[in-house]
């Protein structure tokens, strides 16, 4: 049972440290498509919901949209992008902005590095917070079973 109060924590600080990664890295290739990278025009060619949750806990939905547009070598990319405006539906021509290296990791979001910073700044927040409430737990079962 001592086994257990150590592993799950063990778990929930990978998952926070995994999470943590694919945060930092999409944020650093949106900031580097926005910085350096080109644009092409887009044609939304899907606009679909995800939802998740529900029962006991509160729904989350999500809106997804699905870009096409052809990258400066010629190549026909298509990619799908969680978070956009909901204004935007199949058919509009948007902006994206893409590394030339890889064209697939396009975004159609509008260059906002303030908002870009905070929103991954509060997120690495929060799995800090997390992962040391996990370290606490290990901590305390750990002293606890300890004692006589």
Not at 115 to 120: D, G, K, P, Q, V
Request: charged letters at 15%; aromatic letters at 8%.
């Amino acid at each position: 049972m001592e086994a257990l109060f150590n592993v799950v924590p063990v778990l929930l600080i990978a998952l926070a440290v995994y999470a943590a990664v694919v945060l930092l890295r999409r944020s650093r290739q949106v900031s580097a498509a926005w910085s350096r990278g080109d644009t092409a025009q887009a044609r939304c060619v899907r606009s679909y919901t995800t939802t998740s949750g529900g029962g006991d806990s509160t729904v989350r939905t999500t809106l997804h949209h699905v870009y096409e547009f052809t990258a400066r070598d010629g190549h026909v990319i298509r990619f799908d992008e969680e978070g956009g405006p909901s204004t935007t539906v199949e058919g509009d021509l948007v902006t994206v902005h893409y590394l030339p290296e890889r064209p697939q990791q396009a975004t159609a979001k509008a260059p906002a590095r303030g908002r870009l910073a905070a929103s991954t700044g509060a997120a690495m927040l929060f799995l800090a917070v997390f992962i040391g409430f996990a370290v606490f737990l290990m901590i305390a079962w750990n002293s606890d079973s300890t004692m006589p």
